[in-house]
């Protein structure tokens, strides 16, 4: 067998169909040509959570279109590049287990090497259930049981706390295909808006987190816009922290992820960081979901603003840290740090993070 340098080259030798998703942030698909460029270290994996690369890889050969699944979690160096030791180690795992067969059913000792890979691990149920409908969807299989009672249940047609029989899946099932439905006589993003006021929390919130993951229309984008704004009225009405109502608000503004481009979406952030306070939660799903929302210096600088309001270092720490590992975000924190308009509280909560570091 020739020398294997990449998990790209694995899957080649092995005469696999393949494809990449990030399941750290959001499920995201990776291209086969940026994946190479990650894997070579010619650029910083895009999406960093907690200083890894968190990875699917789907796999399946040509006759057999059902895929193999790794979900994998790789280190990266302070630069966010990939740990090339790591990935190495991981390689030699799977070859010393399988081979260049990677489709072969594992014996005992096989699945006892496969068990302890150190880098393979299990993402939260809820992101299994959108790679799963994800991958099916790009695939052409078809959706599961689930989905149709979903559409039965945003119908109306039953009661709204009627809910017990929404699954997961029915749910995530129905996110990947708001986009092929838009033309449709069955518009599903039309559906949902009619039926997003009146949805319970306990659909919403997996709803959200379905949404996060997707390209939405815009009246579907402008519809969770009004329903968050009017969540975040009623918090301002009763200057009370209601932490069930909070947790809406969190789970609408993540729903807008992979939106954050969008002109609508943008003006909502502006006129977030506008107001005199925002919940940490809010704070902590911005930079964990909506980053690119943040991408310019006035916007990233009155949300540091904010984060120092909180009077909580570690907090500060924790988001600064997470929010400079995002390459597409790393130059604007790096500006905002030297801006000579930034408060004294700002250089102050800075300073105390890099005194903690080089303690």
Known sequence: MNTIDTISQLLHSSNSQFRFYDIGRKIEKISKDKFEKIELNQIPYPTPSQGHACIAIAFWQKQSPQPYLWLLKLPLDERGLLNQGARNHFIAIII????????????????????????????????????????????????????????????????????QMVGVQGITDFAVRLKENANSDENYSQILINALPHIPSEVLLPLCGALENEALSVG?????????????????????????????????????????????????????????????????????????????TQKLMAYFEHLIACEDQALFNSLFKDLVAIPTIRPIVFQCMRAPERSSELSQAIGQLFNQVQA
């Open 220 to 296: 579907l984008i402008d519809a969770l816009l009004d329903l968050l704004r009017e969540k975040l009225q009623l918090t301002e009405d009763t200057q009370n922290k209601n932490e069930a109502l909070i947790q809406i608000q969190q789970h609408l503004l993540r729903s807008l992820a992979s939106n954050c481009h969008h002109i609508h979406v943008k003006n909502f952030v502006s006129i977030l960081l506008a107001q005199q306070n925002i919940a940490p939660e809010l704070l902590i799903t911005l930079s964990g979901r909506c980053w690119l929302a943040l991408a310019d």
């Open 96 to 163: 010393e287990a399988l081979g260049n067969d990677l489709m072969q059913d594992a014996n005992e000792k096989q699945e006892e090497l496969l068990k302890n890979n150190p880098y393979l691990y299990t993402p939260a149920q809820y992101k299994l259930a959108a790679l799963n409908s994800k991958i099916k969807f790009e695939l052409k299989q078809a959706p599961s049981e689930y989905l149709l009672p979903f559409l039965a249940y945003l119908s109306g047609k039953d009661s709204w706390d009627n809910w």
